[in-house]
T-cell receptor, first 116, second 113 residues
């Protein structure tokens, strides 16, 4: 199957700093990528849809100014958590769709963010 | 929007027994239903999926059934093994669009020896 790579896998930062997470589709082009957040022992909650060359679409309740998404190329989307706080500590996972109509998504390895 | 409910939240079976996880969805427009297996701290892995034009799909020990009328779908794992222990998520989306998956709440499956 297709490969989606995320970096970094783990990051620890101080409260108030910003953290950038990268999501790359390694062997296919992805016009659309999705960012999910998963708290411990909970489900994956969609945060936003990242569209190449245009603004991201955020789900209700997700602050667009806090979670900055940039999808500058067909293989790279970035999520920046700005002014991070301990409550932002979570597992962030990106996914990308291969093909336009299959519906199958491939997930990155996830990035565990810990804000001290 | 779509709402996906999943039951049970935890399931413990003995090795060799079958496990069944059930999900219901709310949006009748949903037509793509994948199941993911997630081990602790790792990415979700697609194990099987079904589209709304079929009622059942099987892949070795894993099968999924779909009842469009009732808007529910189920995952069946037969002859369970310890390595099947993980969290399983069902999901639903409208394939063909930018497929936003709505996930169920997850089922923690424990296969005991």
């Amino acid at each position: 199957g297709a490969v989606v790579s995320q970096h970094p896998s783990r990051v620890i930062c101080k409260s108030g700093t910003s953290v950038k997470i990268e999501c790359r589709s390694l062997d296919f082009q992805a016009t659309t990528m999705f960012w999910y957040r998963q708290f411990p022992k909970q489900s994956l909650m969609l945060m936003a849809t990242s569209n190449e060359g245009s603004k991201a679409t955020y789900e209700q309740g997700v602050e667009k100014d806090k979670f900055l998404i940039n999808h500058a190329s067909l293989t790279l989307s970035t999520l920046t958590v700005t002014s991070a706080h301990p409550e932002d500590s979570s597992f962030y996972i990106c996914s990308a769709q291969q093909g336009s109509n299959t519906g199958e998504l491939f997930f990155g390895e996830g990035s565990r963010l810990t804000v001290l | 929007g779509e709402n996906v409910e999943q039951h049970p939240s935890t399931l413990s079976v003995q090795e060799g027994d079958s496990a069944v996880i059930k999900c219901t969805y709310s949006d009748s427009a949903s037509n793509y239903f994948p199941w993911y297996k997630q081990e602790l701290g790792k990415r979700p892995q697609l194990i099987i999926d079904i589209r709304s034009n079929v009622g059942e799909k099987k892949d070795q020990r894993i099968a999924v059934t779909l009842n469009k009328t009732a808007k529910h779908f189920s995952l069946h794992i037969t002859e369970t093994q310890p390595e099947d222990s993980a969290v399983y998520f069902c999901a639903a989306s409208i394939a063909g669009t930018a497929s936003k998956l709505t996930f169920g709440t997850g089922t923690r499956l424990q296969v005991t020896l």
